[in-house]
């Protein structure tokens, strides 16, 4: 340690001018603070401080508080020297930070031995006493919160949705400190009379904290260390910022007249100082310098909240605070369509012109044209080349070609659920055109005993399969053929009942342990024929392959250490995707019984995962409220999409690949533009959970069913106003993109989808009403 | 124990110490032989407990969402217990809720709040075995309907009734409009029963929004003109009435108070005819309804179809019915007749099952043993009404004229008796110059004794005086001519 050479601020006070005043206007409250912080070594923090303690004495002399920073850090240079020294004697304890035990802190400071500003504190400490100092008075938290409240509500209009945002970390963190330190009850009071003020958005996330009411609690809950670890982003104007700074510093600025003059007492200064603590320690204010009023309404949900951890960090050095700039770091995506290996797209062709000569379908003739056209590489986007794709096996089967086949006839023969082409009727002059609505048939289970988790249909729409919390999966054959595997236990020389015998309309599956949160067809044959392989996952930690041919399990793929939320089919089958509860999500081939990627970087549960339609991309939604996008073979992520205000239930990817869809427990579907990583709509008009997600084939609707026992029809490329109370057909419409919106009865639609032939099918389970 | 007064204490210093009470870990602690736990411990330990319970249930809430519920089961309280590697609560199934009870205050610890407990229900295995029947449940199984088609929602039973906030509103805006017409409409309209004609559901739903949109305020007030002119007839004056049934018969635009129309005029003689019909003020309410009928029926602008199954009623009724008063009688039931004939003309071509109903309808009224004599004159009317073949069927065939006469007096010249002769002379004309038949002819002798077989001897002897006649009812036009 350099030995302590009497530059406290009034040892350097003669050698500036300004300091004289300065030191007048600083309290001793305010003084044993900035050596506090000073010994701790937050240099920003004490510089922010002391800028702000001297302002007055600025503001007097006509300077701007940005010279007086200056000036003061000229000041306060040799005890930074002094404080750096401090620090580096200290073991340096990552994650700890400045609250801590008042006695440690105090014996810590003593042993540090005979420098005078730490001297300075431990006399103040003496006088004042330790408790207030390190502001464990549980009173004047409550106060300064209520003054911050006051000044936020009185601040201009213009001001106040910006201001609005800091109410909720500051809370969060008060909370937490009293908590810490033993206040239970103050603590209860505050969380009583200041929780109700912060609005609907952060219910989930207080009622989370309400429940921590030990110190212990604090130290061991995630999200109380996510607060105490991280620092809460928080976009910001620049007048805003200064507005808030000078507030904060002086008691002055920004606030309404007739308000009171801010901090008033001893009492308000500790609230005052509690305050600047925790801007200090646990806010980032991400300052643009755009004006508030340009930024739309609900962009603070992607510039708000612990976003450090939410965001990968790509090097460990640069650390990246804004979702977009991560995304721009990551450059650019290819999400074009997948190419198809040349000799299946001869081989399709000639069997598409054989067809067409044979049927004598007019329509028919145009299928090859059709099929290079969907192959041709739209523009704006990056098509992959064969070599971007994970390994595929390099020859083609029969099903393939039927499959490319009955491709272009679905895309020929299905229903236009896009804008009619504005070139033939331009000079009608009726600008927006209407979407067509989609033709939507129900499939109501009934009668089931704990619950269906997951229901799903084949692309041929031939099987219909749910899974069940008792365990098992059923099948259905939608047409009524009987399903019947293949015997094992057949004779050799009669072939020809290789087929059991009997049989049913139904099949039970049986293998899991646990409730089943997910069934896939495999997406082979397509629309061609029926799949011949399904997936589940399950409770049980095991995802299991299920062939259709024999009816029987073939393979258990275990890996994950918890529950198994989802599974997901790649696009051309063979590989396959699970998201768990162990906050991984997993790529998986079914030949091999162990994972081939791990994606991890996820805070909290993975819940769902979809692969991108071009097999490149992956992305998963999770519990702690970000979507992300990782590259399939390389195992990184290359977007985050943050904006959810709650967990991330489902996704879907639009069929050309440009857009994702994404509805969390806050009851809102997000538009992701996916090259860009930025958020194109936020869709609201759900009452309750959502719980599946669905593109037209023309990626021109989404569907959306929910726990409100509704179906949704939402227009993917209608700007979507925000609440437009227009009466069309009796139906109040609440956005201009929500299309229609169809009740069911009684009905929580848990699967939506819609066929390659744009027919939307749509499952859910029938809750009778004596069943609560 | 020093619990009692321990308490008041403890209540004041943790005013609002979350919901698990530092009281509930003493007891606990007292059923494990614990006694005297400080008031500390107890406290730290229900904050503790508390959120581990919430823990648990935030974990539970998980695998709720993921089961796609939205009600917590002790299914997902089992797996939240699982993967924080404590052991499952045996014993609990979603299926079974357990049912708590609260247990009546203990008369020394009134303070302690309610205690609840699970009530186990004792199962008496005789009684089990003796009566319930168990019954193995269906299983999962799952039906298929159009949710929407080309985003329109059909309305079949298996998707929600629409909600009429169309109509909500519009009575919402409209109730301080001083004559209130609309308060007569009914929110939907009156058809409860499809028509056959328009099966498709679609029809019946377009045809539901039609009435629903076009009930204009001017046609209201015409309504409400119209009704008050028609009825009651006391108070009405007739040129009034006979302005209102013109602008009935021929006023283009009354389509969508037809349904209106329609069912209060079956109302209408629902109402007359329930309580007795001997005044002659309800004969008339009959009179001018009929009319109303007729006036609809020949309006040709009105599509009447899909209202016949609701018009067919108060024809039937007024035909039929027993006890008509008696000055109205022989002229309601014969416009009845008129007005059913005009439709049967108008609507048995398209609508080829509807004489055979009426047929039935009106053969049971004849034959039928222990019906009134006017119901049967009505019958007897409604038959000439619908035609010569369906007189021939009811009165010959059918030996309708037989019941009516074997009820009448021989000799008796009553209004039932002389319905019969003039249905007959719709069967054949009277001759001109009647030569009776010969007893002693054998011929004739034969048709008389067939004369007396078919239609009693009251009719035969009526029939006997004109030969050619007799010969025509008894043999039909090929035979008699």
Redesign the interface.
């Known amino acids: 340690m350099s030995t302590a050479s009497a530059s406290t601020p009034e040892g350097t006070s003669p050698a500036n001018p300004s300091a004289p005043s300065a030191e007048s206007t600083i309290s001793p409250t305010d003084r044993t603070i900035l050596e506090y912080l000073r010994s701790k070594g937050y240099k920003g923090a004490e510089k922010e401080f002391l800028a702000a303690v001297e302002k007055p004495a600025s503001d007097d002399k006509g300077k701007n508080p940005e010279a007086t920073a200056a000036t003061s850090t000229t000041v306060s240079s040799e005890e930074l020297v002094k404080s750096e020294a401090v620090q580096s004697q200290r073991p340096s304890r990552p994650g700890e930070n400045a609250l801590r035990e008042p006695a440690t802190a105090l014996q810590e400071l003593a042993s540090l031995g005979n420098s005078t500003n730490v001297q300075n504190l431990i006399s103040s400490i003496d006088a004042v006493g330790a408790e207030e100092i390190l502001s464990l008075d549980p009173t004047d938290k409550q106060e300064g919160f209520r003054e911050l409240e006051a000044w936020v509500d009185g601040s201009l209009d213009m001001y106040r949705p910006e201001f609005r945002p800091i109410l909720f970390p500051i809370f969060c963190h008060f909370y937490l400190d009293l908590i810490q330190y033993g206040f ?2 103050a603590a ?2 505050f969380y ?1 009379e200041f929780s109700p003020s912060l609005g609907p958005s952060h219910s989930a996330t207080l009622h ?1 904290l309400s ?4 110190p ?2 604090v130290q061991n809950d995630e999200l109380a260390q996510r607060f105490r670890n991280e620092k809460y982003t928080i976009r910001m104007s620049r007048s805003g910022f200064d507005l808030l700074v000078g507030w904060l510093t002086e008691g002055v600025g920004g606030e309404a007249t007739g308000q009171g003059e801010g901090f008033s007492g001893e009492k308000g200064k500790r609230g005052r100082a509690a305050m600047l603590r925790v801007v200090n320690n646990h806010l980032r204010f991400d300052v643009t310098p755009s004006s508030t009023t340009s930024v739309s309404l609900n962009a603070w949900e992607e510039s708000t909240g612990l976003l450090s951890s939410a965001i990968p960090q790509a090097n460990g050095n640069a650390t990246l605070t804004n979702p977009n700039s991560f995304n721009a770091s990551k450059g650019e995506l290819k999400l074009g369509p997948a190419p198809v290996p040349e000799e299946l797209r001869a081989e399709a062709e000639r069997v598409m012109r054989e067809q067409a000569m044979m049927d004598r379908d007019p329509g028919a003739q145009y299928d090859p044209q059709l099929y290079s056209k969907a192959l041709a590489p739209q523009p704006g986007v990056v098509a992959p080349s064969p070599s971007d794709l994970p390994p595929y096996p390099p020859s083609f089967k029969t099903i393939d070609v039927k499959r490319e086949v009955e491709r272009v006839r679905d895309a020929r023969k299905r229903i236009r659920l896009e804008r009619p082409s504005t070139h033939g009727a331009a000079s009608q002059g009726h600008a927006p055109r209407n979407l ?19 229901c799903t249909f084949s692309m041929d729409t031939s099987l ?1 399969a ?1 899974g ?2 008792e365990s098992y999966i ?1 099948l ?1 054959s ?1 047409k009524g053929e009987k399903l019947k595997g293949y015997r094992s236990d057949f004779q050799s020389s009669s072939i020809k009942d290789v087929r059991e015998k009997g049989g049913d309309t ?1 099949r039970k599956l049986i293998g899991h342990s ?2 089943v ?1 997910s069934v896939a067809f495999d997406p082979v044959s397509g629309s061609a024929a029926p799949p011949r392989y399904l997936l589940s996952a399950s ?1 049980d930690a095991t995802t299991r392959l299920w062939s259709l041919d024999t009816m029987s399990n073939v393979a258990a793929y275990r890996g994950h250490q ?2 198994v ?1 989802d599974v997901q089919w790649g696009p051309m089958g063979i590989y396959f995707a699970t998201a768990s ?1 162990d906050r991984t999500a997993r790529l998986w081939s079914t030949d091999r019984t162990s994972a081939l990627r791990v994606y991890a970087g996820h805070l909290s ?1 993975v ?1 769902s995962v979809r692969f991108h339609p071009n097999s490149l991309y992956l992305a998963t939604g999770s ?1 702690d409220w970000t979507t992300r996008l990782w590259d399939v073979q390389k195992g990184s992520c290359v977007r985050v999409f943050i904006g959810h205000q709650g ?1 991330v ?1 489902t996704l879907a990817f639009s069929p050309d690949g440009r857009y994702l869809a994404s509805a969390g ?1 806050d009851l809102a579907i997000n538009l992701w533009d996916i090259g860009s990583g930025r958020r194109i709509k936020k869709m609201t008009g759900h009452t ?2 959502i ?1 599946s997600l669905a593109f037209s084939a023309e990626s021109s609707m989404l569907i959306s069913g929910g ?1 409100d026992w509704t ?1 949704r ?1 939402w227009d993917v490329e209608s700007a979507g106003g925000p609440l437009t109370k227009t009466r069309e057909n ?3 419409l609440s956005r201009t993109d929500l ?2 919106t ?4 009684r009905t ?1 639609v ?1 699967n939506v989808q819609f066929t390659p032939r744009n027919l ?1 099918l ?1 499952a859910g389970l029938y809750l009778s009403p004596e069943q ?1 | 124990m020093n619990k009692p007064n321990m308490k008041p204490r403890l209540h004041s210093h ?5 919901v698990f009470k530092a009281d509930s870990i003493r007891d606990v602690a007292e059923s494990l032989n614990i006694v005297n736990l400080p008031d500390v411990v107890a406290s ?1 330990l229900a ?2 407990v ?2 581990r319970i ?2 648990v249930i ?1 974990e539970a809430a ?2 709720m ?7 917590l ?1 002790t ?1 997902d309280i089992d ?1 939240a217990l699982r ?1 924080l590697n404590i052991e499952p609560l045996y014993g609990h199934f ?2 079974n ?1 357990p049912v708590f009870r609260r247990a009546p205050p203990h008369p020394q610890t009134t303070a302690a709040g309610s205690v609840y407990f699970i009530e186990d229900e004792e199962i008496d295995f005789e009684r089990v075995l003796r009566e319930e029947k168990l019954t193995l ?17 059909p309305l079949i039973p ?3 009734p629409a ?1 009429p ?2 109509i909500d509103t519009e009575q919402a805006v409209k109730p301080g409009s001083p004559s209130r017409p609309h308060s007569v409409f009914p929110p939907t309209p009156p058809s409860d029963r499809p028509s056959p004609i328009q099966a498709a559901k679609k029809q019946q739903q377009q045809q539901q929004q039609l009435v629903k949109q076009v009930l204009s305020r001017e046609l209201q007030l015409y309504y409400t003109r119209l009704t008050s002119a028609l009825l009651p007839p006391s108070a009405s004056d007739l040129t009034k009435r006979t302005a209102a049934l013109a602008s009935l018969r021929n006023d283009a635009g009354l389509q969508a108070l037809l349904p209106y129309l329609v069912r209060w005029v079956g109302e209408g003689v629902v109402g007359a005819l329930k309580n007795g019909v001997q005044s002659d003020n309800d004969g008339q309410v009959l009179e001018v309804l009929l009319d109303v009928i007729g006036a609809l029926l020949d309006n040709p602008t009105l599509f009447v179809e899909p209202y016949l199954h609701q018009l067919l009623p108060p024809i039937l009724s007024i035909l039929l019915h027993s006890s008509l008063p008696d000055s109205h009688a022989v002229n309601l039931r014969t416009t009845a007749s008129h007005i059913l004939s005009r439709l049967l003309t108008q609507y048995s071509t398209t609508y080829p099952s509807l004489p055979p109903r009426i047929m039935k309808t009106l053969l049971l009224a004849l034959i039928s043993p222990g019906k009134s004599r006017s119901t049967r004159e009505g019958a007897v009317r409604g038959l000439v009404g619908i035609g010569k073949e369906a007189v021939r069927k009811g009165l010959v065939e059918g030996g309708g004229a037989k019941v009516i006469g074997s009820e009448c007096m021989p000799g008796e010249d009553s209004g039932i008796a002389e319905s019969v002769m003039d249905a007959f002379r719709v069967l054949h004309p009277q001759s001109s110059s009647p030569v009776p038949l010969d007893q002693s002819n054998q011929a004739d002798a034969e048709i008389i004794r067939q004369l007396g077989e078919v239609l009693g001897e009251l009719f035969a002897d009526r029939l006997m005086s004109d030969s050619a006649w007799a010969r025509g009812v008894l043999i039909g036009d090929a035979a008699g001519l």
């Open positions: 239970k009850e209860i009071r009583t989370h429940t921590l009411l030990l212990a609690h067509p609505l989609p033709s939507i048939c129900a499939y109501t289970l009934h009668d089931v005993g704990e619950g269906v988790p997951c219909m749910a069940f919390s059923r259905w939608l139904t646990g409730p949160y409770a918890n529950p939320w509860r549960d819940n519990s967990i239930s427990e309750a959970s719980y726990a179906v029809c009796g139906c109040v299309m229609a169809f009740p069911t009865k929580p848990i939307c749509a609560r | 943790q005013p609002t110490a979350g730290a904050s503790d508390e959120y919430h823990q935030e998980r695998f969402r993921h089961a796609k519920r939205t009600t089961t299914a797996q993967v979603p299926h809720p449940p269906k299983g999962p199984r799952w039906t298929a309907h159009w949710l929407a088609v080309e985003g329109v929602q298996e998707n929600p909600i906030k169309d």
